[in-house]
């Protein structure tokens, strides 16, 4: 994707997962990669995985749901490498729990992050697009923000809200020549998904092990019967970026499960 060379991105939540896979997609295509996390040591492994492609990297600390400490990695961003043009709002936070389960410090949590989050940084991104007429905005929904899913309601809502947050703001900028654009991937055979007190735990029947729900769910649920890898999502966030004619669209990364 030549369009992307020499592109600078700031992508959150580059820690690991998804985030790492965008911050490495956009390394081989060669772009300047920003990578934030909460914590600084989150960030080595990306770090070092940016730099094996050649890229241009900065590592800087952010916490998403502080309107403050986004401004300042972005400055950062900035000063480093004379603009910003990509904003990727992928940090998020996963929470399972029946209603009862679920109290008003962990809806705070997951909402915090995960809608409050990309607020925050689609605010501060906005600040540094709108004088240059430029720039893409994509965050990171889920198609738990098309489709209701047991146990996880703050997740869902936080998704939700994601979505709709997105199509709002891509109509206010629509003639500014910003994009603003969500992504939406599916079922991914990490985080919240696999492993003890996952989803495929919480959705096991009587007598099933983990594997044995995974393997279930995914073939109930996936049309192509396959679940979706980091790199799947990662090639959807490179080709929004360069179009210059989406936007508003909350695009799933599913196998077809939301089709």
């Known amino acids: 994707m030549a369009q992307l060379k020499d592109k600078v991105v700031f992508i959150t939540g ?4 998804l985030g790492k896979a965008i911050a490495v997609a ?3 295509v060669g772009a300047k990669v920003v990578v934030a996390d909460i914590k600084e040591e989150f960030l080595n492994n990306t770090v070092k995985a940016v730099e094996a492609e050649g890229a241009e990297v900065l590592a800087v600390t952010v916490d998403v749901t502080d309107y403050e400490s986004v401004k300042a990695a972005l400055a950062k961003t900035v000063a480093t490498f004379g603009t910003l043009d990509i904003g990727v709002n992928n940090a998020g936070v996963v929470g399972i729990g ?8 962990e809806w705070d949590r997951v909402l915090g992050v995960n809608a409050k989050g990309v607020f925050v940084c689609t605010k501060a991104e906005l600040e540094i697009f709108k004088p240059k007429g430029a720039g893409a905005i994509i965050n990171t929904a889920s198609i738990a923000g098309k489709m209701g899913m047991a146990h996880l309601s703050h997740y869902v809502a936080s998704k939700f809200a994601v979505i709709g947050f997105t199509n709002s703001i891509a109509k206010e900028v629509a003639a500014t020549g910003i994009t603003v654009n969500a992504i939406c991937p599916g079922i991914v055979g ?3 998904w696999r492993g003890e007190g996952g989803v495929a735990d919480r959705w096991k029947l009587d007598g099933e092990t983990e594997e044995q729900s995974w393997e279930r769910n995914k073939q ?3 049309p192509q019967g396959v679940d ?10 490179l080709f929004i970026a360069g179009a210059k004619h989406i936007t508003g669209q909350a695009i799933a990364i599913d196998g077809g499960m939301t089709m």
């Open 26 to 28: 956009f390394a081989k």
């Open 220 to 222: 109930n649920l996936i």
């Open 98 to 105: 029946s209603i009862e389960e679920i109290d008003t410090n």
């Open 190 to 192: 990490t985080g919240m």
């Open 14 to 17: 580059a820690g690991g997962g």
């Open 228 to 237: 979706q890898t980091p790199e799947d999502i990662a090639e959807a966030v």
